[in-house]
């Protein structure tokens, strides 16, 4: 029979799970090059509510947890093919060109335009199965030989410790679901740059040349063959091209299978804190007393998460 | 039947873990079982029982005895060094099978335990020579006594008489509050020492020794139930502990039963 039993029911589980979901934030950035487009992505998000499932085989699943975008901003930036207009004579005369329709080349620069859209706000799911596994962490920062009480002591402590985590062996992340505004927001941003770049022209011209470039639309399936539907290609590029889906993944399992324990336990454990000195000072306190944990496991079933240790 | 079927948190201690425990509170908590004058414990090789402590306790320069006055000589301003300590300490949960208790005690009641302690003290006996040389002189005037009395003076040391008595202790653990926080407590409620006569000595010694373990030992053996249920909540902030209480289906907590003291707690997270 192991020295020490302690056993947390479903109640006890979650508030130890809230703790550690509360305590994940993750921001990341990066960008990837597609072509004609540059995408570049600046994600900070956090997790909230979810339910948790102790179960009968030893796993425990966490189910609908959302993952709350703080920031989810989406840049691109277009390299557009340069597109001209005119460098012909409306009106010619036997003397020369009474009237000229100036050449006019529009998306010259590398990138032409560049739109940051803000995605954030909204709220994605994501759901993890797992087990709870002990693991036993050696501070790497202790010198060697420095005594258990010192470590204790010791800003930040050096002390060794058990941890568990729960670690997931099944992550289902929802595909990144954008608001179907985001459509208009890049229309818009197209519009303003054509309007921006034509500001000097007659508004015949201006007219003329829109006329032929056709909608913002039309502008952007000329440079990416992207399909009508704005949204589901801004979808298709968080998820799949820039794969924030792996990466999201990837930081939630990170955080509770590595970084962030359920619970930890300092070894040797300080049973009995310290205490004043009978005799008065110095020294004004007695060490505490510690007991050193050995043999841990951990378990679940359906009701309760179960771990066990020896005094060693 | 799980474990929590009755409480949100259960923590339990088997009894050689316990056991174990108690070693290292001996170890490294050594003036919580040796008590000693001052003398005697500047000179431990005086002692009746050698203190064998954790290298941490010479380390941090922890007593190893907890000073106590001398014992007053009364009509002068001496005092004897006298020590006493407690080794060998092994606690029996129930049901009763490693500590057989004396008549007395047996059995052992339900959600109790049992602890057997080797129980020894002496009194230091200065030198003959050394004590014929304090002899006062008669006294040629009435003085008033000193009011306050002066600190009494030690006497030289010499052999410390020892004797070691076996003593059990039965008792058991409750849950009690101190400032808003809760303790698993050990208390006592029985106490033998054995084949000590006359009768009166031995009631006399086994009062003197409950007094201690009542007053002194004991309450430095309380445990904090946060620190009992293992810091398990330790990154938890807003989270409060209790015992569960007034639970027919947990009749006694902590419960003392099986060879294991068993903790059923409520957890109430805000």
Partial sequence: MPHLTVAANQKAFTTLFNAIRDDFIFEDADSANLGPLTASYHIK?????GSVDLRSDNTVQVSELDIKWDIL??????????????GFCIIPTPFGCALEFPEVCLFSDNPD???TLPLGGITSEVSLTGSLKPTYFVNPDRPAGMNDWDAQDADPPLYNKWQIFLVPEFVDVDPIDVADTVGDLLEAAVNTLVDDLLSFLPDFIKDFIKAALGSAIDILRLVLDIPDDIQEFIEN??????GLVNIIAQAIIDHFASDSPLAEIEDPYPILGEAENPNGAPPPSLVPVKIPIRDLTIFNNDVEMVLQANVG | MAFTDHCDLFASFQ??????IVGYVQQQRPSLFNYATAQLAANPDKLCQIIQPN???????????????????PGTEFGADFAAQISNVKVDFHPA????LPAELSPLQPQRLSIQVKLCGGINCPPEQALEALIPPPKTTADPPPDPPPPLKP???????????????TGGVRFKQYSGVWYAEPFLDGFEIVEITPAGLESSLECYAKIIMKLSVLPGLRIALDVMSFQLLQTVIHVQLSPVVGDAAVPNNPAIADDQLKAFIKLEAF
């Fill in chain 1, 237 to 242: 590029l968080l998820n799949v091209s820039l």
């Fill in chain 2, 15 to 20: 009894e050689d873990g316990f056991n174990r």
């Fill in chain 1, 45 to 49: 998000f956090h997790l909230a509510n």
């Fill in chain 2, 97 to 100: 099978n490693s500590v057989t």
């Fill in chain 2, 155 to 169: 006497l030289p040391l010499g052999v410390t008489q020892c004797f070691c008595l076996d003593a059990f202790v």
């Fill in chain 1, 73 to 86: 901003d989406l840049t691109l930036a277009f390299d557009i093919p340069e597109q001209c207009f005119g």
């Fill in chain 2, 55 to 73: 290298p941490i306790v010479g380390i941090r320069q922890n007593p190893l005895v907890d000073i106590v006055e001398l014992l007053p000589i």
């Fill in chain 1, 113 to 115: 335009l560049e739109v």
